[in-house]
Nanobody, 116 residues
Framework: QVQLVESGGGLVQPGGSLRLSCAAS????????MDWYRQAPGKERELVAT????????YADSSVKGRFTISRDNAKNTVYLQMNSLKPDDTAVYYC?????????WGRGTQVTVSA
């Protein structure tokens, strides 16, 4: 059974930083893409960033380019999201999503609140 556990969320002031982590455990093999999504109150879940197995990255949300950095540790089956210069509009529940050869899984989410 595969489980994804996110951590690193919390309350931060505008301009601050947070680093999210998502660790996959269980029988997960040949991880392909690892994504971060977010869902703000009253809005649909949206893709933020993707990283492929060879380390290529894509930021689907243009508002985070230059502020967020996605990375991964293949040996640990862990994906990270470094978030700098945070804004109130970044407030959301952040979810990781992993696609592997044997399936795809969502994490439970971690709350990020940006407020003074």
């Amino acid at each position: 059974q595969v489980q994804l556990v996110e951590s690193g969320g919390g309350l931060v002031q505008p301009g601050g930083s947070l680093r999210l982590s998502c660790a996959a455990s269980g029988s997960i093999f040949s991880v392909k893409t690892m994504d971060w999504y977010r869902q703000a109150p009253g809005k649909e879940r949206e893709l933020v960033a993707t990283i492929t197995s060879d380390g290529s990255t894509n930021y689907a949300d243009s508002s985070v380019k230059g502020r967020f950095t996605i990375s991964r540790d293949n040996a640990k089956n862990t994906v990270y999201l470094q978030m700098n210069s945070l804004k109130p509009d970044d407030t959301a529940v952040y979810y990781c999503y992993i696609v592997a050869s044997l399936g795809r899984w969502w994490g439970r989410g971690t709350q990020v609140t940006v407020s003074a």
